[in-house]
């Protein structure tokens, strides 16, 4: 991400491409939901910056929930589509968590609070969501999101923060730097359980084998492994990202699908399973048929 690259412009890159990928056109969004862990500014909506880099004239909202604001926002587009309120919806996200990790420590206690954002990096995702032609077909093997679940345990907010531009620290420099304890995240996440993600697959019937690919989001390898274990699923069906690129929040998900439908490992027909964890913390999942 160049210096003047903004989180709007890594969302709008790629919208621009699925959009062209669909040969749609900006007249043919009904609404545009930026769900992001960045943003361009605390006021107006990033969306809005999206919205016209794309040229669009529909309605725009943010969505934000930390690392699981990409899978919230998919949530909050099936919704709107299943209520009859709109029926073509671009989800995107554009992540620039780089710019606030602390490069320069000046002592131990700092760095150990600043070491998790060392695998922060910077990207942009987005997808398509539109109404069924016939959604009874969804129970006949058509495309589509057949499930979601979430859960969160907000107590444990004050584990991981990024506090500047709210009303806590309005002007505090200091409070522009990702500030986290590690080992407590990791207790959160472990607090969270799995019953949500046991939940969603028994009320479909389903179990983590009936996957092609289970993405996961990956602050660590070491974590991925540690929930692998923890929630049952098995390790050949996870979809390896942290290595390459880094922890790239809310884009994980999106990006973890990308390499496994590039790679062969799912396409049409396939049922996949997007987990995601957030930092506040909570955790969620959808099952998508592809």
């Known amino acids: 991400m160049s210096p003047t690259e903004q989180a709007s ?20 969004v009904d609404l545009l939901v930026f769900a992001s862990a960045s943003q361009d500014m605390v006021e107006p909506a990033t969306g809005h910056m999206v919205a016209a880099k794309l ?15 990409f ?42 609070s600043s070491f998790p954002g060392y695998t922060m990096s910077d990207g942009g995702a987005a997808v398509l969501l539109e109404a069924a032609v016939d959604p ?7 495309a589509g999101i057949l499930a979601m679940g979430f859960t969160a345990r907000s107590s444990h907010w004050s584990v991981g923060t990024l506090a500047a531009g709210g009303s806590a620290f309005p ?31 028994a009320e479909m019937h389903l179990a983590w084998t ?9 602050v660590s390898a070491p974590y991925r492994q540690i929930f692998a274990e923890g929630a049952g699923v098995p390790a050949e069906l996870l979809v390896h990202s942290v290595e390459d690129f880094g922890n790239l929040a809310s884009v994980s998900l999106p990006l973890q699908l990308k390499l496994a ?7 049409p027909g396939d049922l996949v399973a997007l987990v995601g964890l957030g930092g506040g913390v909570s955790l969620g999942m959808a099952v998508v048929r592809l």
Not at 15 to 28: I, N, R, S
Request: aromatic share 6%; glycine share 10%; net charge negative.
């Open 210 to 218: 009936d996957f092609a690919v289970v993405c996961v989001h990956q």
């Open 261 to 267: 439908v590039d790679s062969g490992r799912a396409g």
């Open 9 to 28: 412009d890594l969302a709008a890159n790629a919208a621009a491409k699925v959009l062209a990928e669909c040969g749609l056109q900006a007249p043919d």
């Open 136 to 142: 009874a077909a969804a129970a006949d093997g058509a």
């Open 55 to 69: 040229g669009l004239s529909c309605p725009v909202m943010d969505v934000k929930n930390a690392c699981n604001s």
């Open 171 to 201: 002007r505090d420099p200091e409070a522009s730097y990702f500030n986290m304890d590690g080992e407590k995240l990791k207790d959160a996440f472990l607090d969270l359980g799995s019953d949500i993600l046991d939940a969603t697959l």
């Open 71 to 112: 899978l919230n926002g998919m949530e909050v587009a099936d919704a709107l589509i299943a209520g009859g309120r709109y029926g073509r919806v671009l989800v995107v996200t554009g992540e620039s968590p780089s710019r606030a990790v602390r490069w320069s420590v000046p002592d131990f206690p700092t760095f150990a």
